[in-house]
């Protein structure tokens, strides 16, 4: 490790940063607020080092001469390679960057890919079906109901009760609205209405840590995290997880970290069916820092203030960087 403060640039989206881009009203959903990435520069200083707010990918072509590593927050924008703009910069100047590279990124923004990697190494996830955007409707011919998602986005775009659909009628019109809406493949998976678990994976080597479960709604069983606008009432968490599935879920999520050459952090999601199996759903190695999200959860639970929490993280990717 350097015995001086680093320059730590930080990537991050404004929509501003993104002027000519029209769409659906949650087209920048997954731009942090500010309060995020004034977290991580609080966990940037929290270790003595210089934090440089950067903003959109396209920028640090204006500032790379000044920095000594990237850590890498921005999303971009429609394209299924938009995670790993940063990345790519960072590899051709070269800076280093944090995190993982942008092959993962890219890997891990689509869902079906995600699917058939863990597919590969026995890590179940629930049937499903892709239906291309080029191509008509096809008939989905086994048990309903199902839920349905665009292909390569993240933060609950397209997402909501309304996509638990029960018959071929009604998967044909919300397929149909979100090749429109979202101009990408539509992904057809059977729904799970069990619990539903995140379960994060940080440091240099990879362990995981302790999995959080997640609220679903009372009616749909449909995440917490895809609803807008509803009343505390209509939640429901059983906070019930035994040990053994705990540790089948970060054993699994160290296993998907692997396979996908994951770096520095990560965060995976699981949804159980009926009769309690778990599968796997998503992995996001580009997780959000947010102040009310999951690192800072963990971070209240082991009793460390997040700057002190995220800067832990922030040195240990460092240290993988530095070595």
């Known amino acids: 490790m350097p015995n001086y403060p680093l320059k730590i640039g930080i990537l991050y989206d404004r929509p501003e940063d993104y002027p000519e881009i029209t769409g659906p009203e949650d087209r920048f959903a997954e731009f942090e607020p500010e309060s995020t990435i004034q977290a991580m520069e609080d966990a940037i200083h929290y270790l003595g080092h210089e934090a440089i707010r950067i903003g959109a990918p396209k920028e640090l072509l204006k500032q790379k001469q000044d920095i000594d590593l990237i850590w890498n927050i921005a999303e971009g ?36 890919m995600t699917k058939m990697l863990c597919s590969s190494i026995n890590i179940p996830t629930p049937k499903w079906q892709v239906q291309p955007l080029s191509d008509d409707f096809h008939l ?6 199902v839920f349905v998602k665009p292909r390569y986005e993240g933060t ?84 019930h997880l035994p040990l ?16 996908m050459n994951v770096k520095d952090y990560a965060r995976i999601d699981y949804k159980m069916d009926e009769a309690g199996n778990p599968y796997f759903l998503e992995i996001n190695p580009l997780p959000t820092f947010a102040i009310d999200n999951t690192f800072a959860i963990l971070a209240e639970i082991e009793g460390k203030a997040y700057d002190e929490y995220l800067g832990g993280i922030l040195d240990e990717a460092i240290k993988r960087i530095m070595k």
């Open 77 to 112: 924008y429609g394209t299924r390679n938009r995670e790993a703009w940063g990345p790519v910069l960072c590899e051709m100047y070269p800076i280093p960057c944090l995190g993982s590279d942008a092959s993962t990124l890219s890997i891990s923004l689509d869902k079906v």
């Open 244 to 259: 053994k599935l705990e540790e089948q879920l970060k054993k699994w999520s160290l296993q998907i970290c692997e396979i």
């Open 156 to 239: 609950a775009k397209g997402i909501g009760p309304q996509n638990v659909i029960h018959n071929n009628h009604d998967l044909k019109k919300r397929v149909s609205e979100l090749k429109k809406i979202y101009r990408q493949d539509v992904l057809v998976e059977i729904f799970l209405p069990g619990n539903e678990y995140t379960s994060a994976t940080v440091g240099y080597p990879l362990k995981s840590l302790p999995v959080l479960q997640r609220a679903l709604h009372k009616n749909t069983k449909v995440g917490l995290h895809t609803i807008k606008n509803e009343s505390d009432e209509a939640y429901e968490i059983s906070h």
């Open 140 to 145: 989905w011919e086994d048990i309903f109901p």
